[in-house]
């Protein structure tokens, strides 16, 4: 039976570690802790867990980090993986199974980053080599952003894509810790900038980064260099967020134009991502294009729902894009589609206010009263102090 290697590297990861252990260690058959010089109780949760723990000074270089702890691997497989990811049972018996092939040396997998709860896009996927065989050639590349695909490519090996999914909690990073990692994380890549200037793979990651540190003009020039320097070399959905990056940043500049050219760039390059067009009916609705935000909330939802056999990059909040979809419908005077959009918004969020005022308000101007304050009333239930169901159910009941 082949085996697998757990490896990970880490500092000051004691409020994360336990849950990602909690969900390796019934499957891998060693865990590997490389500690780049924690002083809190990471250690100690380690060992809990039966891990092998090895020291290694930090020198801002994570591919010098992730090899040290290749270099303690035993295993015919190596899975690596970070403190703030968890594997769950399902993902974790697919990927048992995976390493029975004899014919990969390579599988990339799924990383999930969910998203707080208010934000339109409720989890991101990116895919990323995680599981490997183990060889004296396979070692991890750059400073920062580090990968360990080129290396497998060099030799030539099968690299099997797979729907594994490995989800990376990064929202439960308090902000003190993501500011410390963003600042670190620009400190690497300036200096990798200057050791390799014309790789766009580090400028997007730059520009990103500035993004994350609230510097929108710094972010916009590196995304810029990202897409001067890319040679057709970045794999196309890189070049699609860069675009979708841009046209964030330019949107908030009040720069339309650029920001919509960016966001049908960005649809280009990555076509299972929903967010340009959801970016797209953003712009048309600032602009009164009511008809034109249709067709774009309608796309967005199609590629969410991975119409084509395409798993999307990016699952969007549902209840809020139907919402959405439904008070474009209204103001076109789509009342009956409008009203569909609206249950459609509760069926993803029955505990949600807002649709059933929406509907109330629908009801109330197509003449359904009665249909109207009930509506009224179940937006009041959820929501006592939402002045507007309130009003609308004072208008039905003065109306009976």
Known sequence: MNKLSACLIVKNEASVLSRCLESIRTFVDE?????????????????????????FAWIDDFSAARNESLHYANYEWI??????????????????????????????????????????????????????????????????????????EQLGGKVLRSDIVIHHWAYAIDAVKKQKRAERNLRCL??????????????????????????RDASIKALHQTLIKDGNNMKRELVGQAHLTLSKGYFEDGNIAKAA??????????PVNPLPDYLLATMAVNEQQYEKAIHHLETAIRISKDDGGRLPSVELNMAHVYLELGSCRSVV???YGAEENFLRSLQYNPSSATPYLLLGNSRFIRGDRKGAQEMFERAVAIDPSLDDAQQGLALCRNSE
Do not use: W
């Open 31 to 55: 865990i590997i802790v490389v500690d780049t010089g924690s002083n809190d109780h990471t250690i100690k949760i380690a060992i809990s867990y039966g891990a092998r723990i090895y020291h």
């Open 79 to 152: 899975l690596y993986i970070d403190a703030d990811e968890v594997v769950d049972t399902a993902n974790a018996a697919k990927i048992r199974q995976v390493i029975t092939r004899e014919d990969i040396m390579a599988v990339t997998v799924r990383q999930c980053i969910p998203q707080q709860a208010d934000n339109i896009a409720t989890s991101y996927y990116s895919e990323y080599c995680r599981i490997f065989r183990r060889h004296p050639n396979i070692r991890f590349e750059g400073a920062i952003h580090e990968q360990i695909l080129p290396s497998i």
């Open 190 to 215: 300036l200096a990798e900038i200057k050791r390799v200037p014309d790789d766009p793979f580090l400028y997007l990651n730059l520009g990103l980064t500035y993004r994350e540190l609230g510097q």
């Open 261 to 270: 050219y960016h966001a049908q760039q960005a649809g280009v390059f990555d």
């Open 333 to 335: 005077g789509d009342i």
